[in-house]
C-alpha cells in the first residue's frame, strides 16, 4: 500500500499495517522509501516506527532458544565411538605431535550448531511475522469498526432528523387541513416594503403557523416578535428567530379574543411587553 505522501492521515497510515512490513523486510523499496520520509516531516509516524522496532526486538530476544546440550553431547559421543585408522607402525618411534587445530571431525559440529540458530531464529522471525500481521489486522479491524460506528451515528442522526421533520409537517398539516383555517397576508411597512409574510390561522383549534415569503434577516441581538390587534388592543403571540419565519414555524397558541389583524415588530431578544411601532416590519387585517 502507497501513500500519497503530501496529505497523510496519521492514525490510517499507522494502522495500515505498513509499518510492519517495513520493519519485516516484506515492503517493496517505494514504501520503505515512503515511510523513511513521512518518519521526517511527522513526530508521530518516527515514534510509532521505533516502537514497532524494538517490540520486535523484543520478541525476537524473548523467542530466541539455544539449542539443547545433550545434542552436542551426543555427536561428540558419536564421534568418540567411530573406530579409527591405526596410522602404519614406523621403525623409528617418532615423537608424537599433537596439533593445536581442531580434528575436521569435531570441527565438522559447527555447521550444525550453525543450522540450528539458523532455525532457531526463523522460528523467532516466523512467529514475529504472525504477531505483526495479526496486529495489523487488529488495527485494521478497528479502523472499519470507528468507521462503522461513525457512518451509524451519522445514519441515526439522519434518521432523527427525519423523524423530527416528519413529525414537524404532521402537526403543520392538521393546521393547514383544519376546515376553519384562513390565510392572513401581512404586507411591508415603510421599513421594509418588499417583506410578505403569511400566517395560517384555524380559529377552531387557535393555532396558527407563520411563513415569509420575503424578509430581511433581523441584526444581532434582536429577533421577530408577532401581535394580535385584539379588542383594539395589541398583544403579543410570541418571538420567533428568522430561520423559524423564513423556513415555516412550528404550530404556536393563539387564544386572543375578537382579532382583527396580525403584525410582526423587531424587537430585542426576548421580546417586548408592548409594539415598537417605528420597528413594525408587516402587518395585515383579517379582512384583508
Request: glycine share 4%; with cysteine; proline share 6%.
Amino acid at each position: 500500500m502507497v501513500y500519497i505522501i503530501d496529505i497523510v492521515d496519521i492514525n490510517e497510515y499507522i494502522a495500515s499495517g505498513i509499518l510492519e512490513s517495513v520493519t519485516l523486510g516484506i515492503a517493496s523499496p517505494q514504501e520503505a522509501q515512503e515511510v523513511a520520509c513521512l518518519s521526517q516531516i511527522y513526530p508521530e509516524i518516527m515514534a510509532e516506527f521505533l516502537r514497532i522496532q524494538k517490540r520486535y526486538e523484543e520478541m525476537v530476544v524473548e523467542s530466541g532458544t539455544a539449542p539443547d546440550p545433550a545434542i552436542r553431547a551426543s555427536i561428540l559421543n558419536k564421534i568418540a565411538e567411530t573406530p579409527q585408522d591405526k596410522a602404519p607402525e614406523s621403525t623409528k618411534q617418532e615423537a608424537k605431535i599433537v596439533s593445536m587445530k581442531p580434528t575436521p571431525e569435531i570441527t565438522g559440529v559447527s555447521p550444525m550448531w550453525k543450522m540450528m540458530a539458523a532455525a532457531s531464529l526463523i522460528l523467532t522471525i516466523g512467529l514475529g511475522s504472525l504477531w505483526f500481521i495479526s496486529n495489523r489486522e487488529v488495527k485494521r479491524l478497528d479502523s472499519s469498526l470507528a468507521s462503522m460506528e461513525k457512518k451509524h451515528l451519522e445514519d441515526s442522526q439522519v434518521l432523527q432528523a427525519m423523524v423530527m421533520e416528519k413529525d414537524h409537517l404532521q402537526t403543520v398539516q392538521e393546521v393547514l387541513t383544519e376546515k376553519s383555517m384562513k390565510t392572513v397576508m401581512l404586507k411591508g411597512t415603510a421599513m421594509e416594503p418588499e417583506a410578505a409574510v403569511k400566517v395560517m390561522w384555524s380559529t377552531d383549534m387557535k393555532k396558527a403557523v407563520m411563513h415569509a415569503e420575503k424578509i430581511t434577516p433581523p441584526p444581532a441581538n434582536m429577533q421577530y416578535q408577532l401581535w394580535v390587534i385584539a379588542d383594539g388592543k395589541p398583544v403579543s403571540v410570541g418571538v420567533f428567530t428568522y430561520d423559524e419565519v423564513e423556513q415555516m414555524t412550528e404550530p404556536f397558541d393563539v387564544n386572543a379574543q375578537n382579532i382583527t389583524a396580525f403584525a410582526i415588530t423587531l424587537e430585542k431578544m426576548g421580546g417586548s411587553p408592548t409594539p415598537t411601532m417605528e420597528k413594525m416590519v408587516v402587518m395585515g387585517s383579517i379582512n384583508g
